[in-house]
């Protein structure tokens, strides 16, 4: 039985507060509105305080989460360039860049449990793991809690953003149990335009313009990446694509039967999650939602092949 549950949305937006020195009642209601901001993120931060492994990771991650909402804290972190983090269930530490949106993608994973429900899966201990749209790879580090053995193929079109997977997944790297493929995961190969207008580093994505605003950036077909990791079946696809999921989808059946798991990010409004399961049909992958977290822009699918 498909469960729905609502997801949780991060907070996506900066507002510059602004007051009269000279009025006192005025100051007094700006101090109280940042107290009480402080006194709820403090809250928060407390509550989560077990995803982390000590005590300084928990007052990084309020200083982060504090950042996110607070416009003074956000330009006092800039001279940093990274901030390390110790989270539990994770044996290296894991690198953020403060204060952009990496804490956000942290929460999340980890605080939030936008992938909790991949732990219901019988995924072996050495599972093959597709990661499309890996970010800083976050989503990597957590599949490694369930799948401690596991392989994977991470695509991620961003530089800066493939040098932080390489810093965040080295004993990966070291253990020759993952690679990564800097380019657009699409319906074949190419090349297309990175759009970075949304300034997030989780929100860049493709366009089919190249121009002095949109950098050239390699495509590659499913075919083809899974031929780069020399997987014959695939466990897990997660494919967090930021809207080319529906190109990838809508003539999969040359690949997608090799597929037995997959947690599937569509967004809204121009790819629904009832779009993706019919061309997933069409193309004739039986398959059972396990769950289906619905939110505003985007919706979740956690889909296994029957």
Not at 30 to 48: E, M, V
Not at 67 to 92: C, E, F, M, N, Y
Not at 137 to 152: D, H, K, N, R, S
Request: glycine residues 6%; hydrophobic residues 40%; aromatic residues 10%.
């Amino acid at each position: 039985m498909t469960q729905k549950i609502t997801m949780h949305q991060p907070v996506t937006s900066l507002t510059a507060v602004r007051y009269d020195v000279k009025s006192p009642a005025v100051k007094e209601s700006w101090l109280g509105s940042h107290l009480s901001k402080f006194r709820k993120l403090y809250r928060i931060t407390r509550d989560h305080r077990g995803v982390y492994r000590g005590a300084s990771d928990s007052a990084k991650s309020f200083l982060l989460r504090y950042s996110t909402s607070h416009t003074q804290v956000a330009r006092a972190l800039r001279w940093l360039k990274l901030i390390s983090l110790r989270v539990d269930g994770v044996p290296s530490r894991v690198y953020l860049r403060p204060p952009g949106s990496d804490f956000l993608v942290l929460r999340e994973i980890f605080e939030l449990g936008e992938y909790f429900p991949a732990r219901k899966w019988d995924l072996p201990s050495d599972a093959k793991i597709l990661d499309l749209g890996g970010n800083i790879g976050l989503a990597t580090l957590f599949f490694t809690t369930i799948a401690p053995e596991a392989q994977f193929l991470i695509v991620e079109p961003d530089q800066e953003n493939c040098q932080l997977i390489e810093r965040n997944c080295r004993r990966l790297l070291e253990q020759d149990r993952m690679r990564i493929v800097q380019g657009f995961a699409a319906a074949e190969d190419g090349v297309a335009g990175l759009d970075r207008r949304w300034r997030r580093s989780w929100a860049y994505h493709k366009v089919d313009t190249i121009d002095a605003e949109h950098e050239p950036v390699t495509c590659f077909g499913i075919e083809h990446l899974l031929n780069i990791a020399g997987f014959n079946r695939v466990n897990l696809l997660k494919c967090d694509v930021e809207g080319s999921e529906q190109e990838i989808f809508r003539n999969c059946s040359t690949w997608i039967n090799r597929v037995d798991h997959m947690i599937v990010e569509s967004h809204h409004p121009a790819f629904s999650a009832q779009e993706l399961y019919r061309m997933l049909r069409e193309c004739g992958w039986n398959f059972e939602i396990t769950e289906e977290r619905p939110g505003d822009t985007h919706s979740v699918s956690f889909l296994r092949r029957i």
